[in-house]
């Protein structure tokens, strides 16, 4: 999540470090040394790999041996075998390494959190003993004399080198591709706010599917480039939980999320523990490890989120660029560039029949049925646990009914997942406000713009519009984790409306407002509804709520009480028992 | 029939093997599964505390069996359990000075909630408790010497004069002593104040603090109370398993299996768990190769998480 400015200055740095590297291993002649020089790169491209996957999404993983050993075991099997180059081998088993990744990904994505994490962990454990039962103990490499360029095999160690660099280069390339684009943002989204992003129409299943195929990729080439290095496979060295867990420390180490992160973490790190095994390791077995244990836990405890952001916020502090974002009043409401939708033919735009919805023996959502008309704003009311909001995710698809109809536009929704309903069209906001709190105003809305641009740039225009609608362009660079309730809820309106909604729902947008930002919403709300986007809303403010809505459904335990104009709903007698309370029916008298 | 009676008599005999290993891996999950449900972090020197279980009951069981009216049969077994409140201060203090650096309220507002920190800072220790242990105890397998290790009550089998199962007397009373010491914590936990104050602060830390619950000092008697119960499990363990300084890594994997088996934050699912993981690894050589055992155990464990996400004990709580 670094600064998206500055792709020559990256560029640049990758170009410069590859050279001084190059240049460093050239002065270099002990054979030990060359062989730490080869490793750190390629520990520095298994980070990479880590990080695309978990740094970005933030679902840790504990098995990235299983690529690393699969991409070690095909180049050494297709040489050992069937006599294949590893200039083959390699591309081959990053296929195997993407492949491993999809078939792995696909059931494990079902599992967040620590779950996710530990289920990744017993993939490298099963294939290390399905590959020692296979009789792959420990494969050395066969000599090739006669043609040693054509497999790999090279009398001057400094090519190693260069063939670790040119495979970090690549690396480094990928991460800063995705890192800027739509996969990249996608990938932060999930990890800040998965539900968000799902709302927000990002596909976050396929987004998912292509880091970790990108990444056991970007593995497999790791692991068989260590092949060729080391000469020898064994299934403990490429499989083991210490091969997993090197590709993570050495993320964690350098900072989680970022390009250089991997780099930093594997460059101080590979050569400390070699160094060590090789100073110390002979004279006391296991002084080493004591002694790197020591160190990652120091350095842990005075960097929690790694080196690289830490010495981040050291020199922003130290060149006082943290000036606080001046606080601009919010712009008024920026009038409409497009026509009200003609509101002659009053047709349905969303249809509910019969919905019904249990958890366990409790009944949610019950026989609801309701339609929505072309433009209206419509307003759900009901006390807390009527339904409501569990009304909106059956809508929105984060549940799936148990019986009944949605259609949307003539359209069934049933079974689609959240994004794709998005794509149809329907936005939603929620009851707290799910923001990507680490991310400007600006990205956070761009992100809800995905789903109805094809381009970047696409994307920016219709995230800038929409902040306009809402009054938030001038504070577009401000952090999510920053805002106010008000800028919070306006944020995320921007956000769903980025999308080009047709219909909204917006659930409860006025919840911890000021009175006087309860009229600055409303009037937002107003302008959305007359630029043509039906909007649906759950409200508890009753004033409010009789001024906007046009009708209102009342929903008590999970059915439908009552519903039409807000003035004979709210004369309404089982209304205003079950919700309003006789205290309303008293002013209203 | 012959055929069958001879299948018979090997599927009893992995069967028992199946619950007696598994009755001390269930006490091994126990210990993680406190320490997780409680503070959701992972931690990997739980193998290593493992690992210091058995070598306290190596180098002290020579103690206790000079005690008066102890033989030197019990003596192991009494070590084992002695393990688990010396380990309980070991795990108490390295909380207490390090572990609480990087959880409970001083992480909040950190990424990821300080799961990145807490993975390093347990891989260090991990680290360190392992080569620690490689320059004190020296590399050479060792294992906990009891007479009961060598005999074992023979079952017969009624169908048929020849056929019988053997219970090994060692595995039996590691076993039993791992469920007396499981039930004692599963009242511990269950049933006394300490144990409501522990899962008030596992449920919801900061409703607990709001309640008077001090939830750092909870975290680390129950980081204290795991590390000390995988320590009487390695203790057992030891009894019947040789050992060096990096078995922790054979076994960490495993207890970590059976805690997401039998449902996170649930006691009595993490012993449900570790039972299923011993009675898959044995039942699993009936039909499969002797080296694919361990790989049938993730087999299995991938195949159960993967349909049921939650555990066998667990709830599912994801709530949009």
Not at chain 1, 82 to 99: E, H, K, R
Not at chain 1, 446 to 472: F, M, N, P, Q, S
Not at chain 2, 187 to 216: C, F, H, Q
Request: a positive charge; charged letters at 15%; one cysteine or more.
């Amino acid at each position: 999540m670094q600064s998206r400015g500055g792709l020559g200055v990256h560029l640049l740095i990758v170009a410069g470090l590859a050279v001084a590297w190059l240049g460093l291993g050239s002065l270099v002649s002990n054979s030990y040394y060359l062989l730490m020089m080869t490793l750190v790169p390629i520990w520095a491209v298994m980070g990479l790999s880590w990080n695309l996957l978990s740094g970005y999404t933030g679902l840790v993983s504990f098995g990235h041996a299983a690529f690393f050993g699969l991409g070690a075991y095909t180049v050494t099997i297709a040489l050992v075998s069937f006599d294949v180059t590893p200039w083959l081998g390699i591309p081959m088993g990053m296929v195997v390494g993407a492949a491993a990744g999809a078939i792995i990904g696909y059931p494990t994505f079902r599992l967040r959190g620590h779950y996710f994490a530990l289920s990744m962990l017993a993939y490298p454990m099963a294939l290390l003993y399905v590959f020692e039962w296979l009789g792959y103990q420990e494969v050395p490499l066969p000599m090739k004399r006669e043609a040693p360029g054509w497999y790999m095999q090279f009398s001057d160690y400094h090519l190693y080198i260069a063939l670790a660099v040119a495979l970090l280069v690549a690396a480094l390339l990928v991460t800063l591709a995705v890192e800027r684009s739509r996969f990249g943002m996608s990938l932060l989204a999930i990890k800040q706010n998965e539900p968000a992003a799902e709302a927000a129409g990002i596909d976050t299943l396929a987004w998912k599917m292509r880091a970790i195929m990108l990444s056991g990729g970007i593995a497999a080439a790791a692991g068989g480039l260590y092949a060729v290095v080391l000469l020898v496979v064994t299934p403990d060295s490429v499989f083991g939980m210490l091969t997993s867990a090197q590709a993570l420390v050495v993320v964690l180490f350098g900072g989680v999320g970022t390009l250089w992160g991997p780099v930093i973490g594997a460059a101080v790190l590979i050569p400390l523990s070699e160094t060590l095994q090789a100073q110390l390791g002979d004279k006391i077995p296991g002084i080493q490890g004591v002694v790197y244990g020591i160190a990652i836990i120091a350095v842990i405890l005075l960097a929690p989120e790694g080196i690289y952001w830490r010495v981040r916020d050291r020199l922003a502090r130290s060149r006082g660029s943290a000036a606080p974002a001046p606080a601009l009043p919010v712009a008024p409401v920026i009038p409409l560039a497009r026509p009200p939708a003609p509101a002659a033919e009053r047709t349905s735009i969303l249809r509910v029949s019969g919905l019904d919805k249990s958890f366990g023996g409790l009944r949610a959502v019950a026989e609801v049925s309701f339609e929505v008309q072309v433009g209206e704003i419509l307003g759900i009311i009901g006390p807390n646990g009527a339904g409501k909001t569990t009304l909106f995710n059956l809508l929105n698809g984060f549940l799936r009914a148990g019986s009944g109809e949605i259609t949307f536009e003539g359209r069934s929704l049933a079974g689609l997942k959240p994004n794709r309903i998005c794509g149809l069209g329907v936005g939603r906001t929620f009851q707290v406000v799910r923001a990507f709190a680490r991310m400007s105003i600006l990205q956070n809305v761009v992100i809800g713009a995905y789903v109805a641009t094809a381009r970047g740039d696409e994307a920016l225009v219709a995230a800038r519009e929409a902040l306009a609608r809402v009054g938030l362009l001038e504070r577009a660079d401000a952090i999510a984790g920053s805002l106010t309730n008000k800028e919070l809820r306006l944020m995320e309106l921007a956000r769903a409306l980025a999308g080009r909604p047709r219909l909204l729902l917006m659930d409860e947008p006025l919840a911890g407002l000021g009175a006087v930002e309860v009229e600055d919403m409303i009037a937002v709300i107003r302008s959305i509804s007359a630029s043509g986007v039906t909007v649906v809303i759950i409200e508890h403010t009753m004033r409010a709520m009789m001024r906007l809505a046009g009708r209102l459904v009342v929903l008590d335990h999970g059915r439908i009480l009552a519903s039409g104009h807000p003035r004979d709903v709210t004369n309404d007698r089982s209304v205003v028992e079950a919700y309003l309370g006789t205290k309303w029916a008293a002013i209203r008298a | 029939m012959d055929s069958f009676g001879a299948f018979l008599e090997i599927f009893l005999q992995a069967l028992v093997a199946g619950l007696l290993v598994g009755a001390i891996y269930g006490l091994m999950c126990v210990g993680l599964g406190i320490i997780f449900g409680v503070m959701r972090v992972i931690n990997f020197a739980q193998g290593d505390f493992l690992m210091l279980g058995m070598y306290f009951t190596l180098y002290v069981v020579g103690g206790v069996a000079a005690l008066p009216l102890l033989g030197s049969a019990a003596a192991p077994f009494i070590t084992a359990v002695l393990a688990g409140p010396a380990l309980y201060v070991g795990g108490y203090l390295l909380h207490r000075f390090l572990i609480s650096r990087v959880t409970g309220t001083r992480v909040a507002g950190i990424e990821g909630e300080g799961h990145y920190a807490q993975l390093i800072l347990t891989l260090g220790v991990a680290l360190i408790i392992e080569n620690g242990g490689l320059i004190v105890f020296g590399s050479t397998p060792q294992s906990v010497r009891t007479p009961l290790a060598a005999r074992a009550w023979e079952i017969p089998l009624l169908y048929n004069d020849t056929a019988t199962i053997f219970l090994n007397q060692a595995r039996i009373i590691a076993a039993l002593v791992s469920l007396v010491v499981g039930a004692a914590l599963y009242w511990l936990i269950n049933r006394s104040r300490l144990g409501k104050t522990l899962r008030a602060a596992a449920d919801n830390p900061r409703a607990a603090t709001y309640m008077g619950i001090e939830v750092d000092r909870a975290h680390r008697i129950a980081f204290g109370i795991g590390t000390g119960v995988t320590a009487i499990a390695g203790g057992l363990v030891g009894t019947f398993n040789p050992f060096q300084p990096y078995v922790g890594l054979d076994f960490v994997i495993i207890m970590y299996a059976g805690v997401v088996l039998g449902g996170m934050g649930s006691i009595l699912g993490a012993f449900w768990g570790g039972m299923t993981i011993g009675l898959v690894q044995q039942l699993s050589t009936l039909v499969l190769p002797v080296q694919l055992q361990n790989a049938a155990i993730f087999a299995v464990f991938l195949l159960v998480v993967l349909i049921r996400p939650q555990g066998f004990f667990g709830r599912a709580t994801e709530r949009v």
